[in-house]
């Protein structure tokens, strides 16, 4: 065909050109680190808010873990879905529509009056936090074509949410001391207006020009196996290996073979499967996934910790967790020039490894560590993270053509979201399982042993009428947690040292830039780039 016509003899729709000029770029960039911002402040402050949603709501262990991953597994389900469709539809079309309503569950979330309300409203926000990730790193990959400007692009990406993770808790820890604690989702709306009005104006429209039909089938079948799959692990980890919990395991697993069978023959797949035959591209997303997985009881637990254990109060807690950000924002900004100086399976490893000794000192903390040391073990978490994962993403958007951007993104994004829903489903019940084994002080009222079992926020209400009683009652519930969450660290560590080695072999002759989709295709939008493992091995040391 010339022209550009297609066999119906009709001109394709154009999509928007990438902002014209150096200026034009890096404002459309920071429209679409606003949306990493909304993302990040949001994750944030669920975890400052949850003693006093414990105590607010009263949920029972299980749901309170409901709380935390419900919005982790419905996100994971739908990002890959959600990323297709933004190639289909046009990624800004996508962000915008999200953006807005994210911020109005995010409503629904504040004025939650139970726990199962909370648990429907979190749903609600992983179902709008599936456009937002893989639509932002899409539109990275089409605005900056120069590897070294998108090294740099994702590396500002990242920095904004680690910057978001640090301002959500002293924003929120401010707002939990002031007012009640549904204030802190309602941050979340200056920032979606802000993003909308903003971003109808300077982002570029881009999307597959041969998109293909969006397979609802495969949509379905996507969101049943990753739900299925990480629901059965978090219930048998809870409660053991029942016939249900087996069945639903069993239903996950044949609906995620039955997706790829689906992608490998249809003509134009929802996930192009080739994807994983790159070995760069596979070892990242599986260090992304270990990461997390290995980190995510910490994250979880660590405002429990600093609140209810060391007795600061939210501001406090907030602004001691700022190392971690600072170290995280520091890292991401240099990751891609010490990844060209160095190798990419060295920074990765390298920070994969320093987050694993981290959290193997986690392991001798108790409940009056200092603070010298707790801060020093946040900050080598985040310059780990920092590298590692601004590394990684950049990794997986260069080993894709510009037109599966968003596709390749929702991989990584699924990833992160599994590996966060997976972590705290085995860490957080190796967690509440040592917590619960705790004995209560004699003549504790059964009523307050009950309660004080489910959650350590349950313990700290129960014991608050209780006199000396309840102060022995608080004690032995916070020494209970410490195990748990000294035995919760340590196989952190041990995921993440071994996920260093496994990075370190698998990202072997990886190089930023080298696996564009451009470069290996003469800049042929849809060519297909050379991503077979003999090429990354031609590159290998």
Request: with cysteine.
């Amino acid at each position: 065909m010339s022209g550009g016509t297609t066999r119906t003899g009709r001109t394709p729709p154009r999509t928007q050109e990438p902002p014209r000029g150096r200026a034009g770029r890096w404002l459309a960039l920071s429209v679409l680190v606003l949306a990493v911002l909304l993302v990040a402040v949001d994750a944030t402050v669920l975890g400052l808010a949850t003693p006093f949603l414990s105590e607010d709501l009263r949920p029972s262990s299980t749901q309170l873990l409901w709380i935390g991953d419900i919005y982790s597994f419905v996100i994971a389900g739908l990002l890959v879905s959600m990323g297709s469709l933004g190639d289909r539809i046009g990624r800004k079309k996508l962000l915008l529509c999200g953006s807005v309503a994210f911020g109005g569950v995010s409503v629904l979330t504040a004025y939650a009056t139970s726990p199962g309300m909370m648990i429907v409203a979190r749903a609600l926000l992983g179902v709008a936090g599936a456009t937002l990730m893989p639509a932002t790193l899409a539109l990275i990959r089409n605005i900056f074509h120069d590897p070294k400007e998108r090294s740099l692009a994702v590396g500002i990406w990242g920095a904004m949410a680690s910057a978001g993770a640090a301002v959500g808790p002293v924003v929120g820890g401010f707002l939990l001391e002031h007012f009640w604690w549904g204030s802190v989702f309602l941050i979340n709306l200056p920032v979606m207006a802000v993003l909308v009005i903003v971003g109808v104006r300077l982002l570029p429209e881009s999307k597959n020009p041969r998109p293909g039909p969006w397979d609802l089938p495969s949509v379905l079948l996507s969101l049943i196996g990753v739900i299925g799959v990480v629901y059965a692990v978090k219930e048998a980890a809870a409660h053991g290996l029942r016939w249900d919990i087996a069945t639903t395991a069993l239903i996950g697993i044949v609906a995620l073979a039955w997706f790829v069978r689906r992608q490998l023959t249809l003509p134009v797949p929802l996930l192009d499967m080739r994807l994983f035959t790159h070995r760069g591209f596979r070892g990242a997303v599986l260090a992304d996934l270990l990461t997390i997985l290995g980190l995510s009881g910490l994250v979880f637990f660590l405002s429990q910790y600093l609140q209810l254990v060391q007795g600061r109060d939210p501001l406090e807690a907030g602004l001691a967790e700022l190392p971690a950000a600072v170290g995280a924002v520091a890292a991401g900004l240099v990751a891609g020039r010490a990844a060209r100086r160095f190798s990419v399976r060295a920074i990765v490893s390298g920070g994969l490894a320093a987050i694993g000794l981290a959290l193997a000192a986690v392991t001798l903390f108790g409940e009056h560590t200092g603070y010298p040391a707790l801060g020093s073990v946040l900050l080598v978490v985040g310059i780990g993270a920092g590298f590692s994962f601004t590394v990684t993403a950049d990794v997986i958007l260069g080993s894709v053509p510009k037109e599966e951007a968003g596709a390749a993104a929702a991989v990584s994004e699924t990833a992160y979201e599994l590996g966060a829903a997976l972590g705290i489903a085995l860490l957080g019940t190796i967690v509440t399982g040592v917590y619960r084994g705790f004995q209560a002080p004699a003549g504790i009222p059964a009523s307050a042993s009950a309660a004080a079992h489910q959650s350590l926020g349950g313990a700290t209400l129960a014991a608050g009428g209780l006199g000396r009683q309840g102060q022995a009652l608080l004690a032995a519930a916070q020494e209970s947690f410490m195990s748990g969450l000294r035995v919760a660290a340590g196989v952190g560590a041990v995921i993440l040292l071994l996920t260093a080695g496994a990075a370190w072999v698998l990202l072997r002759g990886q190089h930023l830039g080298e696996s564009s989709a451009e470069d290996a295709s003469g800049g042929e939008p849809g060519r297909a780039a050379d991503t077979s493992p003999a090429r990354a091995e031609s590159r290998a040391k």
